[in-house]
């Protein structure tokens, strides 16, 4: 970690996605358009010299260096009266060409300047409104590779993007975040102040995908402090961690180590078993494991009769595999784990029906 990220692991910052430019961009712009102002005047002036008279100068003569002089006097609102136009010609330039150049040079130096005052405002406010519309949304802890996978997954399967908050304290996960339209909490997540900045207690998913077991536990003990209805999903690096995972009040807890050691495994000892197993991690292509609801006129049926390849269902909230005895025959209220063609919305109730009544506990 460097001193930057370091310094701001503690202040919890918000920052959410933005699109202007760089401020030293908009700042180098409006100097360069006031610069453009402050010559263009001075050759103008230049040009029209005869039209003006210098009372400090006996022989009326009016210098490129007096030019200079007499148009940043001008366009600063300064005027010592020194230099005056005595000419029709040169009233008439003053009145409508060099005024509005000394408007338009105060309002770039004095915008530039309000701009700069008021952006932490300005920030302050659109934080402000954030957090007015969240609830219910998904905290991610950690935006490495795992993290970016997962919000990708929640937003392939229909979650709005504002609906998530990352909390990082990396730099780099902050414009990885930013560029993928994501708001970012930036600071420690095993702080409780962060993660209140973060509306964990109101949030109702948090994901910890950090690169270290140790703070992934200390996220999911504190989480669970501040949030003890949220569902709670964490990755250990090592298996030996997961009950200690689970202890800390995570609700499931993935593997990543073993999983791909698993992955590499199955694709040593059959290559088309691996094909498959890496097919149905695949988003959006070929087969894909998507749970649903319990159709009307599916109520009563065997899980292997339906058109879907039923793998689990969840009754109660256990989970049982199809051919457990416990759910021989299908009820209201059970929710079936099926793999379907990627083609079809994971939402939809079976490849090929929709808008059909679901048989749930209240009908």
């Keep these: 970690m460097t001193s930057d990220q370091g310094g701001s692991a503690f202040r919890g910052k918000i920052a959410l996605p933005d699109v202007v430019r760089s401020p030293w961009w908009e700042l180098g712009r409006r100097l360069l358009a006031a610069l453009a102002i402050l010559v263009g005047t001075v050759l103008l002036v230049y040009l029209d010299r005869k039209g003006y008279v210098d009372g400090n100068d006996p022989t009326n003569t009016i210098s490129f260096t007096d030019a200079i002089y007499y148009t940043t006097v001008t366009l600063s609102t300064t005027g010592y009266g020194d230099i005056a136009p005595v000419t029709d010609g040169a009233r008439m330039v003053n009145a409508f060409v060099i005024t509005p150049a000394r408007i338009a040079f105060l309002v770039l130096l004095i915008g530039t300047t309000l701009e700069v005052l008021a952006s932490q405002g300005r920030d302050m406010l659109r934080v402000s409104r954030w957090r ?3 609830g219910h949304h998904v905290v991610v802890i950690g935006y490495g590779t795992k993290g970016r996978s997962a919000v990708e997954t929640l937003v392939n399967n229909g979650l709005d993007r504002e609906e998530v908050v990352i909390v990082d304290p990396s730099s780099v996960a902050l414009a990885d975040a930013h560029a993928d339209g994501l708001a970012v909490v930036s600071g420690d997540a095993t702080r409780r102040e962060v993660l ?8 109702d998913q948090i994901i910890i995908t950090t ?3 140790d703070s992934n536990v200390l996220a999911a003990l504190t989480v669970r402090q501040l949030n003890p209805d949220a569902w709670i999903v964490a990755a250990v690096k ?10 800390s009040g995570a609700n499931s807890v993935i593997t990543s180590s073993d999983a791909v050691g698993r992955l590499l495994g199955l694709s ?14 695949t988003y959006g292509e070929g087969l894909e494991v998507a749970e649903r609801d319990l159709l009307v006129g599916e109520v009563g049926k065997q899980p292997q009769s339906l058109p879907d390849q039923v793998i689990s ?4 909230e256990k989970v049982y595999r199809y051919f ?25 109730p079976r490849p090929g029906t929709h ?8 009908d």
Excluded: C, I
């Design 211 to 213: 690169n270290r077991d």
């Design 196 to 203: 209140r900045r973060a509306g964990v207690a109101e949030a």
């Design 132 to 134: 007015k519309k969240m």
């Design 238 to 247: 090592e298996q030996e961690n997961a009950p200690l995972m689970r202890q």
């Design 313 to 316: 269902v969840v009754r109660d």
């Design 268 to 281: 040593s000892l059959s290559p088309t078993l691996g094909s498959v197993m890496e097919d149905l991690l």
């Design 355 to 362: 808008n059909e009544d679901f048989a749930t506990d209240e």
């Design 324 to 348: 457990d005895p416990v759910v021989t025959q299908l009820a209201r209220g059970d929710r079936l784990v099926v793999v379907r063609p990627a083609k079809e919305l994971p939402w939809a």
